[in-house]
């Protein structure tokens, strides 16, 4: 029964490129959610989507960063010219079905953003 | 904005000593849950409380959900080595939005 799959664990980009995170939920889930992670310091909650829609993107910032939970396959967040800021650990969480309150978030290893 | 203070941010503790870490906030939560994080690693889900007054067991974990629903606490009874790691308390407040917010976390380390 695996987890929530991150990929890539680790993704080194230059000031401008575009980074591309991919996160498969556990089995039968269908909600994900993505936070960022700064050293030291708590989750920060980004987006949640459900297959197709986005949900809540409250936290998300305006600019240069968008997410997609298609109906085959990933959800992806997506960092265009990325800057020296955007380095941190970014993690995915996915819940189930019954769970649309996004309750019981179970998450995944993490993918680790360095900037250079 | 909405935030969790979470205390204390660390701990140094003897192997075999209880350990208990506390979340507070100035909002009213509906949900509380405790994860544990590993260097490099994603955090894990101890505990998660739904109603006031909660209080769970997971081994020798122990966590409340505040009567006021504005705090929460964690308890560790008789710590091992394998507990060493970041401790995060997490609050989610309004239906349907998915949305949690995480305490500052508190790194807890155990001396054998």
């Known amino acids: 029964n695996a987890g929530v799959m991150q990929n890539p664990r680790h993704l080194v980009r230059r000031r401008g490129q575009e980074a591309r995170l991919r996160c498969s939920p556990m089995?039968?889930?269908?909600?994900v959610y993505w936070y960022r992670q700064l050293p030291e310091e708590g989750l920060k909650f980004m987006v949640y989507l459900q297959k197709e829609n986005i949900i809540d993107e409250s936290g998300m910032p305006k600019e240069r960063f968008s997410a997609e939970f298609p109906k085959e396959g990933p959800s992806i967040l997506r960092i265009q010219q990325v800057v020296r800021g955007d380095s941190a650990a970014y993690f995915c969480?996915?819940?189930?079905?019954?769970?649309?309150?996004?309750?019981?978030?179970?998450f995944g290893p993490g993918t680790r953003l360095l900037v250079l | 904005g909405q935030q969790l203070n979470q205390s204390p941010q660390s701990m140094f503790i003897q192997e075999g000593e209880d350990v208990s870490m506390n979340c507070t906030s100035s909002?009213?939560?509906?949900?509380w849950l405790w994860y544990k994080q590993d260097p490099g690693e994603g955090p894990v889900l101890l505990i998660a409380?739904?109603?006031?007054?909660e209080l769970t067991s997971n081994g020798r974990l122990t966590a409340q959900f505040g009567i006021t629903r504005k705090d929460s606490f964690l308890n560790i009874s008789a710590s091992i080595p394998s507990d060493v790691g970041i401790y995060f308390c997490?609050?989610?407040?309004?239906?349907?939005?998915?949305?949690?917010?995480f305490g500052q976390g508190t790194t807890l380390q155990v001396k054998p």
């Open positions: 409380l739904y109603k006031a007054g």
């Open positions: 909002s009213i939560f509906n949900t």
């Open positions: 969480a996915s819940s189930p079905p019954t769970d649309a309150g996004g309750e019981t978030q179970y």
């Open positions: 089995k039968g889930h269908s909600h």
């Open positions: 997490a609050g989610r407040r309004t239906s349907n939005t998915g949305k949690l917010i």
